[in-house]
């Protein structure tokens, strides 16, 4: 039994293996070409065998190494979610990739353990020195803290394009150095110089943003949850019973009670020069035509840079400052950032009570903060 191939029937059937005269069919041997009849057309193919993944150019996320790695990156935790973290990793995982690309690698396949560890090496020079390459680019010193992001990044990025951890690398190890989160500076955020940086903000058109550095500074609060407050709701709890609590806008939506603040001099202040440059109808310093992004990156944007010519780094330094009043006021001393710490009782409680009104679980985040031991 021999099987013909037709345009118009597919294969057929027939006795012999001679063609026949009248339809002019040629006669094919299935056994011989290792061919099966296929299901969805009318011609018989056989079927490609799939190249591995393993096998492929920067295991099949794309030609260029630096799209690879994020194509990766959305493929290990999702193309809708966790945007900040793979923006994050997206952006750390550029110096990795110069860094290969000067050693002549392009394709993630030949990326080794090797390798890895000259980066770990590379990165611990530019701990304490900048890093000079021969074609003379200059590349700068670089933090503690820092430089094991930067290794954390390498080990996600590869773990997500090889799913395996045959390539992880020991920060600690290859750095020499832990990383610490436990502030050893002082705060650049007294209440003086807060107001003279709002001055100039409301001098250059900035009231709203003003306004988020005030309740930064006076309530604890993230820029977000800044300008994201039910304005009226605060007030009314604070005409009530002396204190709010910070609800909207919260990291991680954590939106209890517990963060309750009692409302100084100063806080006051701070919720009444709020409420009164809130856009009409609103209850928070979002206007109907904002969005939380365009706000941030348009009004903070410009405000942050008044605070730095203030000598205020960032607005974590203004929550920072919020921590230490609250600190002294509790142990009824200097914080450990100013002086020895006195009764350890008293400081045990004054850091459980800084990382509750600042919105974290853990009250040894307030070292960040106030400093430690």
């Known amino acids: 039994m021999v099987r013909y191939l037709t345009a118009a029937t597919g294969w057929s059937v027939s006795e012999g293996t001679r063609l026949c005269p009248k339809s002019r069919r040629v006669c094919l041997a299935p056994a011989a070409f290792n061919l099966k009849p296929s299901k969805v057309g009318n011609f018989a193919m056989k ?153 100039r903000m409301i001098a250059s058109g900035n009231e709203r943003g003003a306004a988020v550095v005030l309740l930064t500074r006076a309530w604890g609060m993230r820029s977000e949850e800044a300008y994201l407050q039910d304005l009226d709701r605060m007030m009314r709890e604070v005409t009530a019973t002396g204190s709010a609590a910070i609800l909207e806008g919260t990291k991680g939506g954590r939106k209890c009670r517990s963060r309750t603040i009692q409302a100084g001099e100063f806080q006051r202040e701070a919720l009444e020069f709020a409420l009164s440059v809130r856009p009409a109808g609103s209850k928070c310093l979002l206007s109907e ?32 400052g919020f921590a230490q009043d609250v600190y002294e006021e509790i142990v009824r001393g200097p914080s450990p950032l100013r002086g020895p710490i006195g009764d350890r009782v008293l400081d045990r409680i004054a850091r459980e009570t800084v990382a509750r009104l600042l919105g974290h679980g853990r009250p040894q985040v307030a070292s960040s903060y106030i400093g430690g031991y």
């Open 47 to 199: 079927r490609k065998r799939k190249t591995p993944r393993s096998q492929k150019r920067n295991f099949g996320y794309g030609k260029q190494l630096l799209y690879a790695f994020v194509k990766a990156l959305c493929a290990f935790f999702g193309p809708d979610q966790h945007y900040g973290t793979r923006r994050t990793h997206g952006v750390r995982i550029r110096i990795f990739v110069e860094f290969c690309r000067r050693h002549g690698i392009r394709d993630a396949r030949y990326i080794d353990l090797q390798l890895v560890e000259a980066y770990g090496s590379y990165l611990r020079h530019r701990l304490h020195d900048a890093y000079d390459w021969a074609d003379g680019k200059r590349d700068k010193p670089i933090s503690v803290s820092y430089a094991h992001n930067l290794i954390s990044t390498v080990n996600t990025c590869l773990y997500a394009m090889r799913r395996d951890e045959k390539l992880h690398l020991s920060a600690r190890k290859a750095l020499g150095v832990a990383r610490s989160n436990v502030r050893k500076t002082q705060i650049q955020a007294d209440i003086a110089d807060t107001k003279t940086a709002t001055d």
């Open 289 to 320: 035509t904002d969005s939380a992004i365009s706000f941030y990156r348009r009004e903070l944007g410009r405000c942050r840079r008044i605070l730095k010519k203030c000598g205020i780094p960032s607005f974590r330094e203004l929550r920072s």
